[in-house]
């Protein structure tokens, strides 16, 4: 399939995991692709997946919780890419902590990269998308859809992710923007099959919801993202998919 051709997409959190998997799975489409991450090393790496499958890439180290770069790198994607179709937002950060003990810095820290970061590059990235009648596709969770254990901030964010890609969806809808999320559980990435755990912690409460056929692959995440983010997904709007395995059913 080349759903991608002509289809100039920005993706962030593409060094690894969800990201790096979308990215590589745009590339064998036919996408040209601007990538972000703060992880310079990951990035080439895709970078060099991507190159080795005929995409145009271009990279950039990016902190999405900073409004100036996320602001500079968008314009550098429209400029060097003639335009902005398709907004992959799936840079996030996880951190578990008794709720308790969980301090205004880490609270700070996960808005800032999950919330924060996912509305500076779409509200950046909006006038380039009504122009091209492009979409975004959001990274929620199933923590924003059930509490998890020793994640109750971590769930927050992602919920207002799921908020905000709502909002979106309704205010720019009749523009031709469609904005929705992929609603992973369990990933095998490196941020969720080893995370550090909080101190003494309670498995039962950890273990109460997961997976029925083991972690999904990031290559599975991938192909939802894609479809969402394709012309087969182009009477879906405002939509939360949820790709958990049946961990929530």
């Not at 003639?82 to 709720?99: K, P």
């Not at 990235?125 to 109750?152: C, F, H, K, R, W």
Request: aromatic content about 6%; charged content about 20%; hydrophobic content about 45%.
């Amino acid at each position: 399939m080349n759903r991608f051709d002509n289809k100039r997409v920005f993706v962030t959190g593409a060094a690894s995991g969800i990201g790096q998997a979308t990215a590589v799975r745009l590339a064998s489409e036919g996408a040209s692709l601007y990538l972000t991450d703060l992880n310079e090393d990951g990035l080439g790496d895709t970078a060099a997946q991507c190159v080795e499958l005929g995409a145009d890439v271009e990279t950039r180290k990016l902190d999405v919780s900073d409004e100036a770069a996320v602001n500079a790198a968008i314009e550098d994607c429209a400029s060097r890419l003639g335009g902005i179709d398709v907004v992959c937002n799936i840079a996030g950060v996880l951190l578990l902590e008794h709720f308790e003990k969980t301090t205004v810095d880490q609270f700070n820290f996960l808005v800032n990269v999950n919330l924060l970061g996912t509305f500076l590059t779409s509200r950046a990235a909006m006038p380039y998308l009504v122009e091209s009648g492009g979409n975004i596709v959001n990274t929620s969770s199933t923590s924003a859809l059930a509490g998890a254990g020793y994640g109750a901030v971590y769930g927050a964010t992602k919920g207002a992710v799921s908020a905000l890609t709502r909002g979106i969806a309704v205010e720019f809808g009749k523009k031709g923007v469609r904005c929705n999320a992929v609603v992973p559980g369990e990933v095998a990435t490196a941020m969720t099959v080893a995370p550090e755990l909080p101190e003494d912690p309670d498995f039962t409460i950890m273990a109460r919801q997961g997976p029925l056929n083991g972690a999904a692959t990031p290559d599975q995440l991938a192909s939802v993202v894609a479809m969402l983010a394709s012309d087969d997904g182009a009477y879906i709007n405002g939509a939360e998919v949820r790709a958990d395995g049946g961990g929530l059913s």
